[in-house]
């Protein structure tokens, strides 16, 4: 049974940092792109950031590049989202999700995503 679950939420100031962590059961990182998103209220569903099964090939999207960081650990079947600089605007829920592809990369788009987690809230405020 797939399953991915967040943490590494909660309340940050503008300019702190936060680590999201997201474990996956169920099936190897080593077939899998996994893909970070975000969604404020009232707002669609954002890309931010994939990395890919086989060969881990990361992208970031305009919004976070130079302040995220994806990474993997295949060992403990553990994904990582590094945020650093974070900003008010980066208010959101943080879901990571599963395709079933171990060549997939690029701009995570949402419906190409076979599983998700249940979401961690991030909140940028001071």
């Known amino acids: 049974q797939v399953q991915l679950v967040e943490s590494g939420g909660g309340l940050v100031q503008p300019g702190g940092p936060l680590r999201l962590s997201c474990a996956a059961s169920g099936f190897s990182l080593d077939y899998y792109a996994i893909g970070w998103f975000r969604q404020a209220p009232g707002k669609e569903r954002e890309g931010l950031s994939s990395?890919?099964?086989?060969?881990?090939?990361?992208y970031y999207a305009d919004s976070v590049k130079g302040r995220f960081t994806i990474s993997r650990d295949n060992a403990k079947n553990m994904v990582y989202l590094q945020m650093n600089r974070l900003k008010p605007e980066d208010t959101a829920v943080y879901y990571c999700?599963?395709?079933?592809?171990?060549?997939?990369?690029?701009?995570?788009?949402?419906?190409?995503?076979?599983?998700w987690g249940q979401g961690t809230q991030v909140t940028v405020s001071s």
């Open positions: 999700a599963a395709r079933r592809s171990a060549y997939y990369s690029g701009r995570p788009l949402a419906r190409e995503f076979d599983y």
């Open positions: 990395i890919s099964g086989s060969a881990g090939i990361t």
